[in-house]
Every structure is written in structure tokens, then in C-alpha cells.
């Protein structure tokens, strides 16, 4: 099978020859060429070769079965609204939105708003456009035989990373709800402009959509409130659009009555096709609760503490484990959960992929 090949046999609950990975995403592919976000982009400026040489190495070399075919951060189109970003020249996973955020008071937002009216995501914003530059790159590569997933954020995270300051916002969440649903609606709207804008330029596969809230930062109530409408609105417009599903990447223990029940609308009621959780959901409970019962795709998840530390047969050890604890394994593929360490060797990250393909080889053994 290729790469494509093997991903479309997990999303139809079908054995692949061996399990598909899901790649580290944002700037590990960065950290891996030895190079600093200050290495590769700007408050203004991206570069796009190192970029894409970034990209297809994490492929090539790495060995995973998708990509993000580009890199994409917290802050891309904060600037053309008004806000200030960081890059950290040092530490930190990604390029990211600082305290001064285009709306810091209510006052503010009728100006967003004009600004939202006219803002095209292909231009406006100078990193975006080369970040394009990359996808269009990378899609020429290796687009037919690897799958490339169109990425961004959706309502309530996508609303405080293009709007407020993280703490305003999530008071806001309490004491403004009404103000929150239209800010969540608007910052979809973007990101579903910003994915649109990732399938022109070659993105092939299906939408991954991320709402890193989840249940940890806002309570299950909340999510189906300010979330489930707008993740249900990109689901039926990326189909209809571009005939392809969504996987919806979520934070937070599922495994309680009300956040299942939440996890159980997604699938249900939003249409989500697949899952990428964190670590707090163990495989077997991700292979039984959710692909087996709601009968949708999910990515088990090793903790990034694990890939950072290693060392690789403690990393190996753990696949293997994981391995035995999934059954027929039909409709899973193996993720990482969220970011890690700029120092965390490559070789870590390649030690699990190739774990994972041995250990994962069909049919799993018991």
C-alpha cells in the first residue's frame, strides 16, 4: 500500500498492511533540520523553501503516513487585524499571539469586524501566503501518494488565538456568552476561508480541524454550545465543497458521562469522521468506546513525555504495549499527543514510526 492507500484503509475500518502514523505537527519538522523558528519565519516573512525542505524531509525521513503539508501556527493572521505575535527564539512549539490581541476591550470589536469583512486569507497576512507557497511545494512532490491534510483551528480556540487574551477570553466564555457565539462563528468563518484556501493549493485529503480546548479549559456544556454548531458547519461545508471528511483534533478526558456525551455529538450530530485526542484516553478505550461503539476513526496516542525521553526501547516498548491492547486494531492509527521540546531528538520521533509499522504490521498479533 502507499501512504494514501493506508490511510483510506483506516478510515474505512479496513486493515492496512501495517498502521499509519500521524505526524508531529507545527515546528518539530523545524527542530529536526536544526534550525529555530526565527530560522524560518518572521512577524512578516516566511520562508518557504526551508520550509517545504522541512516538510518533505519529515516525510522522507521520518517516515509518516500524512502531513500537514505546510507549517501553521497560533498567530497566523493575528497581525492584519491588529495584534501583535511572538516568535521565540529560543523555547516554545510555535510562533504564538501575545497579550496584546487585536480586541482587548468590546470597544474593539465592531473594527475586527470590518476588517474581517474584507480580509482575504491568501494575501492579507504575509506568512499565510508563503505558507501556501509550501502546501503548492510539497503538493507537486509527493501528492499523489501521500495524503495532505488542510489544518487549522475552529471555534472557541480559534476565536481567542485571532481575537483576545487568552484569560479575557475564557471570561468572556461566563460573563458574555452571547458576544462568544459571535465571535466563535466569525473565526470559523476564516479558518473554513483558510482551508479552503489549503485545498486550492494542493491539499488532497480530508480536514483537520483543532479545538484544544476540549474539556480541560471549558466544560462539555460549553463546547456544545460554542463549538459543536461550528465544527458541524465545517464538516458539511468541507463535503460539500470539496467532497472530503473531517478529523477533529480534542484535548480532555472523554471518558466522563458528559464529555462522552459531547464526543458522541461530534460524531453523531456533527458528522466528524475521525478523532485525534491527547493522552488521556487509553487505547483500548478509544478502540471500544469510540471506533467500535460510535463506529468513527480515532488515532491512539503516545504522551510526547515518552518520545522526548525515550530512550528508544522504552519508546518501542510502549508501541508494542499498545499494540496488544486495541484487538483487530480496524480503524485506528497511531498519533502523538501535543507538542514537545525543540531538543527532542529525531531519532525519537523515527524510532516510533518504525515501531508502529512493525508492530502494527496486519493482522496485529495477540
Known sequence: MNKKERFQAVREKRAPDYMPVWPRVMSQMIYAKGWMLP????VDWYDSDKITEAVLDS????????????????AFGVPPLGGKINIPTKFGVAAGTTDQQPVMTKDDWSKVQKKLASYDVRTADPRMKGALEVVKNVSKAVGDEVPLCPMYYVGTTAAMFLFRPNEAFLEDISEDPEWVDEMCKLATDW???WIRAQYE???NSVAFIAETMGTLMISPKDGERFNLPNIA????????EFNQPTWLHIHGDMKTPKAYSYLTKLAKEAGVEGFHFDENNPPEWIKEQVV???????CIITDGARIVSGPVDKIRAEVKDWMSRI?????LMMAPSCQVLPSTPNEHFKAWVDATHEYGSYPLKK
Open 39 to 42: 530560522d524560518v519565519t518572521g
Open 59 to 74: 516525510i522522507k525521513v521520518v517516515d509518516y503516513d500524512l502531513a500537514i503539508p505546510t507549517y501553521c501556527d497560533y
Open 191 to 193: 479558518s473554513l476561508d
Open 201 to 203: 493549493a494542493g491539499a
Open 233 to 240: 458547519r465545517v464538516v458539511e461545508t468541507v463535503k460539500k
Open 292 to 298: 467500535d461503539k460510535l463506529g468513527v476513526s480515532a
Open 327 to 331: 484487538g483487530d486494531g480496524l480503524g
